[in-house]
C-alpha cells in the first residue's frame, strides 16, 4: 500500500500571500489530521477530517482552514502568511481515527517558509 | 502551557544498554497514550500505545509505562540499538476519536556502538 503523500514537499511564500497544502491519505483512510511542527513549541494539532466534516479543532487563528474531498484527500490552505507560519506541516491518516485500535500513519510533511 | 512535557531535549546511550524516555502530562482528562519515532526528513512513525486502564504495555524491545497518579509515563528500549537513534514524541489523547494528538516536543535518542 502507498504511504500517506504530501504536496508540495517544500514551499517558499512571502508574507501577506495564501498557500493550500495537499494530502492523500493511504487508500481506505477516512480520517486526515494536520499538524504543524515548529523547533519552538514541537508538535501541534491543527484540526482533523472525517467523511468530509470537521471532527476536531486545534487552537490556530481562523487563517487556518481545511476541507476534504469525497476520496478523502485533504487539503489545507493558510491565508495572509506571517513569519511565524513557517514549519513543517504534517498531515496523518487513520481507517477511522478510532482510539486503542487504529494506527495513525504521519506523511513527510510540507517544508513552508515564510519571507 | 504544555499539557504534554518531554523534559529532557536529548538522551545518549550506550548500545546494548536500557534507554529510559519520560513524559509528563498535566490533563488528567487525558487517557490514552502513545509514542512516536521520528527520524530526520520523515513523517513521525507509530511504536507503542498504553490505555489509562492499563499501566504497561509491551511490544518486543518497547515497553511503555504509565503511572497515573503521578502523571507520567515512560518508554524503555531494551537492548538499545543505533538504528534507534531518532527523536522519540510522546502523545496523549481523549474523546472520541485520535485524530486530535497532543504532543511533547520530543526527546532526541542517541544509541552510540
Known amino acids: 500500500k502507498a504511504g500517506v503523500t504530501q504536496t508540495p514537499r517544500y514551499l517558499i511564500k512571502t508574507r501577506g500571500q495564501q498557500v493550500t497544502l495537499s494530502c492523500s491519505p493511504i487508500?481506505?483512510?477516512?480520517?486526515v489530521s494536520w499538524y504543524q511542527q515548529t523547533p519552538g513549541q514541537g508538535l501541534q494539532f491543527l484540526f482533523e477530517?472525517?467523511?468530509?466534516?470537521?471532527?476536531n479543532k486545534g487552537n490556530f487563528p481562523g487563517r487556518f482552514s481545511g476541507r476534504q474531498f469525497s476520496n478523502s484527500r485533504s487539503e489545507m490552505n493558510v491565508s495572509t502568511l506571517e513569519l511565524g507560519d513557517s514549519a513543517l506541516y504534517l498531515c496523518?491518516?487513520?481507517?477511522?481515527?478510532?482510539?486503542?485500535?487504529?494506527?495513525?500513519?504521519f506523511g513527510p510533511g510540507t517544508r513552508l517558509t515564510v519571507l | 502551557d504544555q499539557q504534554v512535557k518531554q523534559n529532557s531535549p536529548s538522551l545518549s546511550v550506550q548500545e546494548g544498554r536500557i534507554s529510559i524516555l519520560n513524559c509528563d502530562y498535566t490533563?488528567?482528562?487525558?487517557?490514552?497514550f502513545l509514542w512516536y519515532k521520528k527520524y530526520p526528513a520523515e513523517g513521525p512513525t507509530f511504536l507503542i500505545s498504553?490505555?489509562?486502564?492499563?499501566d504497561k504495555n509491551e511490544d518486543g524491545r518497547f515497553t511503555v509505562f504509565l503511572n497515573k497518579s503521578a502523571k507520567h509515563l515512560s518508554l524503555h528500549i531494551v537492548p538499545s540499538q543505533p538504528g534507534d537513534s531518532a527523536v522519540y514524541f510522546c502523545?496523549?489523547?481523549?474523546?472520541?476519536?485520535?485524530?486530535?494528538?497532543?504532543f511533547g516536543k520530543g526527546t532526541k535518542l542517541s544509541v552510540k556502538p
Open positions: 502523545a496523549a489523547n481523549y474523546g472520541g476519536s485520535q485524530g486530535n494528538l497532543i
Open positions: 487508500s481506505g483512510h477516512r480520517s
Open positions: 477530517y472525517f467523511s468530509e466534516t470537521q471532527r
Open positions: 498504553i490505555s489509562s486502564i492499563k
Open positions: 490533563n488528567s482528562m487525558f487517557d490514552y
Open positions: 496523518a491518516s487513520s481507517p477511522s481515527g478510532g482510539r486503542f485500535t487504529d494506527t495513525q500513519y
